[in-house]
């Protein structure tokens, strides 16, 4: 089961409860001890306490201890999942920070040449938080309704069971030399930001 404010209609005042908070709609709070927390690097904007961080694989890093992480980037907003028992899609660069009981691996969204700077997808399972950014307030689209088809670099994150493929042909343009764009179907939802953004991720604190 997935839980959040981007699958309902309305969101009221900033979440309240958990290991991750929303600090503001654009800043994620951390308490950190007992639970771990992973993140991307170069999103911490503030620490407090006896807080340690460390490097870990793929680019990822480990934040422990016993204090308070304070993480942005870019002043994108973020939104926290709550993941029960379930799988969920995030695309790499969207990640800001997910707690350690959760499993991940990364992966290729496609494997197509079409599409230059292959978007990678994080797949996340078991139960815990993942907090994600968004350039702008992002909508939710079910899949139910028919497929949905989105900019590689628009998409912030959709449900594991959603069948992925790729069209060579760019939204609104006829000329496949120009890249392409991914198609959804299946039941459950994509999550889609209100800007096209550089798939690159930071390597630095």
Do not use: N
Not at 115 to 120: A, C, M, Q, V
Not at 150 to 163: E, G, H, N, R
Request: glycine share 12%; aromatic share 2%.
């Amino acid at each position: 089961m997935l839980s959040s404010d981007l699958l309902r209609e309305h969101s009221q005042g900033i979440d309240a409860g958990g290991l991750m908070v929303r600090q503001t709609p654009r800043m994620l709070r951390a308490s950190i001890g007992p639970g771990e927390l992973l993140a991307r690097p170069g999103t911490i904007v503030a620490l407090q306490g006896s807080v340690t961080v460390e490097h870990e694989a793929l680019g990822l890093i480990r934040i422990s201890g016993h204090g308070t992480a304070y993480l942005a980037e870019d002043a994108s907003e973020v939104h926290l999942i709550d993941i029960l028992d379930d799988r969920l899609c995030v695309s790499a660069p969207r990640i800001l920070a997910l707690t350690d009981t959760l499993s991940w691996d990364v992966e290729p969204t496609c494997t197509s040449p079409v599409i230059s700077d292959r978007p990678l997808t994080m797949i996340l399972s078991g139960t815990g938080q993942v907090a994600v950014q968004s350039r702008g307030t992002p909508v939710h689209l079910q899949c139910d309704d028919g497929p949905v088809l989105a900019a590689p670099k628009a998409v912030v994150c959709w449900s594991a069971d959603l069948i992925v493929s790729l069209c060579p042909a760019p939204l609104g343009s006829p000329d496949p030399g120009a890249g392409g764009h991914l198609v959804f179907s299946g039941s459950g939802g994509v999550l889609v930001q209100p800007a096209e953004v550089d798939g690159r991720i930071r390597r630095g604190l």
